[in-house]
């Protein structure tokens, strides 16, 4: 199982980029590195996904270096309304190859004005 | 755009008490996962299921809980007996694995209290 290691907490301020950086130093080969983001009472919403180098959408850009033990979400210009957790989930597949999913303890950012 | 539905959205029930949870994926969803998140922690998943078979139980405490998904469809979780511990929020997703995306769609969630 691929462990995730994120930073409990993070502070911004609005118009800001903000980097979160998630460890996954025994991620296997065909493992995809997602990244969620919840707000309080609500379910968890997709942000982005990918599996080597760089990946960007609206929302976000997903940097992955080659080695594949880290991965960095880069949020552009957060809002208020992007206080947040973010997870980080790296999934294994399982012997009969179905794909299991193991979420982390997620980065809590707070965009202050 | 089509959502995931979780029903009810709270629960409050004694210990001791038998409590189920209902979940609707979306449609054509295959895969369906039960998850549990305990306030300022992570969600665990329980249960995975693919169509109408699990794939993955290994956190699913079966003593008390059990999970199915009968017609591959909706899904139901049952707690027997609730324990002041599985006071948490209960989550459902599905995801259809299309092209290779393993993006999940997360329903609102079950708000356990067990007082």
């Known amino acids: 199982l691929a462990k995730t290691t994120q930073p409990i907490s993070m502070d911004s301020y609005e118009g800001q980029e903000v980097n979160i950086t998630c460890s996954h130093n025994n991620i296997a080969t065909n493992d995809y590195i997602t990244w969620y983001q919840q707000f309080p009472s609500q379910g968890p919403r997709f942000i982005i996904q990918g599996y080597k180098t760089k990946v960007t959408n609206e929302v976000a850009s997903l940097f992955i270096p080659a080695d594949r033990k880290s991965s960095t979400l880069s949020l552009p210009r957060v809002s208020l309304s992007d206080t947040a957790v973010y997870y980080c989930?790296?999934?294994?597949?399982?012997?009969?190859?179905?794909?299991?999913?193991?979420f982390g303890r997620g980065t809590s950012l707070i965009v202050h004005p | 755009e089509a959502e995931v539905a979780q029903s009810p959205r709270y629960k409050i029930t004694e210990k001791s008490q038998a409590v189920a949870f209902w979940c609707d994926p979306i449609?054509?969803?295959?895969?369906l996962y039960w998850y549990r998140q305990i306030l300022g922690q992570g969600p665990e998943l329980l249960v995975q299921?693919?169509?109408?078979?699990?794939?993955?139980d290994s956190q699913l405490p079966k003593d008390r809980f059990s999970a199915e998904r009968l017609k591959g469809v909706d899904s139901t979780l049952k707690i027997q007996p609730a324990e002041l511990g599985d006071s948490a929020m209960y989550l459902c997703?599905?995801?259809?694995?299309?092209?290779?995306?393993?993006?999940?769609?997360f329903g609102p969630g079950t708000r356990l209290t067990v007082t």
């Open positions: 449609s054509g969803h295959a895969t």
């Open positions: 299921f693919q169509d109408e078979s699990v794939v993955d």
């Open positions: 997703a599905s995801t259809g694995l299309q092209t290779g995306s393993y993006e999940q769609y």
């Open positions: 989930l790296v999934g294994h597949h399982a012997s009969g190859g179905s794909y299991i999913p193991t």
